[in-house]
């Protein structure tokens, strides 16, 4: 038996926790560089308020209508989450992580201590107490179940946000309710292609031939029929599979038109990018640089991506950085207003199994394992208390724009509430 539980509006609910005063009230937060909105409050859908409205065009219906605009907040809804997901895995057997706000839970056996529905309201009470978030909790005998269950008590408010799908009646029920877009792996281009087969509800996908299924579409699809079905196709994934590309790229907050200053962010990207690569315990050989301008606009156009191939597998960043800085240099063109850049990394090999060339001239640094382990463990009590001199200064006109940012309250001491 599987549990998906769900937090309500997650990044909008992370900001009324330690805004008590907010509650009720309609809020959005808006993507990097406070460019559109990306999470909407149940007041704030109400209103009508689209995800992807750009903010400088709503910002005076913002202002008319009361609205409380926020830009991410990534590293207070990172913690928060952390949280609950603990909690989470600690009420049940097994847990799977399936992203910042959802989590797939092991709950065989749990019946026949407690009703479903009371566990339910149990979970949904602990991390409402332990977190001041509120989830919605679902059922089912496989996880495609689970995650209409999950819907069901998210949509239906009189479920108390808690919907167990035991029940083959119950199932089938809820299946004729829900249109075959909503399930859970199906996407637009495989809904238009059921709808012209006549499959337009979960029901009737789930009683389709099975053979037919097979023929039309592919094995995911078939998967999914079997799942509503009370099938068990796909199983707990307690550790994800490491990644096999790494991309960190952002918008700058102000054009960029020198070198220096995109040198700067090519550093930071690098780094930030090595980073996510030693915590999957992987080394890469491929790293490639982009930069771009923007895509709209009456201002000359230009984008480029160049790669570079190390001569043995890496994590060390000074060679990550060293590789995307020779990337960039082949590639900047003087003259543009640019926007966007990014690294990527690929073609990973796991550390320690990773075979190197012992004729090659070029060799990985001496003690470079255990500078990177040190930097990381320093950093990780804080990210950036040791940085690269060529990310420059913090404050540089190209950093992100989070002119709306609320304060990290969970992790950084001054911003602790104050109880006056």
Request: glycine share 8%; charged share 25%; with cysteine.
């Amino acid at each position: 038996m599987f549990a998906l539980a769900d937090a309500n509006n997650f990044y909008a609910s992370c900001e009324t926790v330690f805004r008590p005063d907010l509650r009720g009230k309609p809020i959005v937060v808006v993507s990097n560089n406070d460019g559109c909105v990306i999470a909407r409050s149940a007041e704030a859908k109400r209103l009508g308020i689209k995800m992807a409205a750009p903010l400088f065009l709503n910002e005076r219906f913002f202002r008319q209508n009361g609205v409380h605009v926020f830009s991410s907040n990534y590293e207070l809804y990172g913690d928060m989450s952390a949280r609950m997901m603990a909690i989470l895995g600690e009420m049940a057997a097994g847990q799977e992580v399936y992203s910042i706000d959802e989590s797939f839970l092991d709950v065989t056996g749990i019946d026949s201590l407690i009703p479903l529905e009371a566990f339910g309201q149990q979970m949904r009470e602990r991390i409402r107490r332990e977190t001041g978030l509120i989830i919605g909790v679902g059922f089912g005998p496989t996880k495609t179940l689970a995650k209409l269950a999950n819907h069901a008590a998210k949509k239906w408010t009189q479920t108390g946000g808690v919907v167990d799908l035991s029940s083959k009646i119950r199932q089938r029920k809820l299946l004729h309710l829900i249109d075959v877009g909503d399930i859970w792996g199906i996407g637009p281009r495989i809904t238009k292609r059921m709808l012209q087969l006549g499959i337009t509800t979960a029901l009737q996908l789930a009683d389709s031939n099975i053979s037919m299924i097979r023929k039309n579409f592919d094995v995911i699809v078939e998967r999914s029929t079997r799942e509503l079905n009370g099938e068990s196709c796909i199983a707990l994934e307690d550790a994800p599979p490491p990644k096999q590309h790494i991309l960190n790229s952002r918008s700058f907050g102000e054009r960029v038109t020198k070198l220096e200053d995109m040198q700067q962010a090519i550093v930071l990207y690098a780094t930030r990018a090595s980073e996510k690569l030693r915590e999957q315990n992987s080394r890469c050989r491929h790293i490639s640089v982009s930069i771009a301008t923007a895509r709209h606009g009456n201002e000359p156009q230009y984008s480029n991506t160049a790669s570079r191939i190390c001569d043995y597998p890496t994590n060390d960043t000074r060679d990550i950085i060293e590789s995307a800085l020779r990337g960039l240099n082949t590639i900047w063109r003087e003259g543009y207003r640019y926007a966007k850049a990014g690294v990527m990394l690929g073609d990973f090999y796991q550390s320690g199994i990773a075979q190197f060339d012992m004729f090659s001239e070029q060799q990985p640094r001496a003690n470079a394992d255990a500078l990177m382990a040190a930097l990381d463990g320093i950093n990780r009590s804080g990210k950036g208390k040791v940085f690269f001199a060529g990310q420059g200064d913090r404050d540089s006109s190209w950093q992100m724009k989070r002119e709306m940012l609320s304060p990290r309250y969970t992790t950084r001491l001054k911003d602790i509430p104050r109880i006056k």
